[in-house]
């Protein structure tokens, strides 16, 4: 059965951090691009950031140079550092293919941003 499982979220105060991991097994994933997604509360879940499988990334715009995805291949993991953290950060942060593939959407991981 193939899994991807995030990991890492909490509680933090705004301008602190937090590293999400996203942990593949069943398959391997090394050679797709993965994406990083988040939902807030009322809102549509939306993209945040993507690495290929050599590692160009790509950000939306409001977490450019506070967030950093990369990847670990020989672990089948995906990480989101995620620093200078705003209260517009909290949603539930998922991962997945780059181009979501319905099978792959987890439970997510609460990231919470408090003012």
């Known amino acids: 059965q193939v899994q991807l499982v995030e990991s890492g979220g909490g509680l933090v105060q705004a301008g602190g951090s937090l590293r999400l991991s996203c942990a593949a097994s069943?398959?391997?994933?090394?050679?797709?691009?993965m994406g990083w997604f988040r939902q807030a509360p009322g809102k549509e879940r939306e993209f945040v950031a993507s690495?290929?499988?050599?590692?160009?990334?790509y950000y939306k715009d409001s977490v450019k140079g506070r967030f950093t995805i990369s990847r670990d291949n020989a672990k089948n993991t995906v990480y989101l550092q995620m620093n200078s953290l705003k209260p517009e950060d909290t949603a539930v942060y998922y991962c997945?293919?780059?181009?979501?593939?319905?099978?792959?959407w987890g439970q997510g991981t609460q990231v919470t941003v408090s003012s």
């Open positions: 997945n293919t780059n181009l979501p593939d319905a099978r792959y």
């Open positions: 069943g398959r391997t994933f090394s050679t797709y691009t």
């Open positions: 690495i290929s499988w050599s590692g160009s990334t």
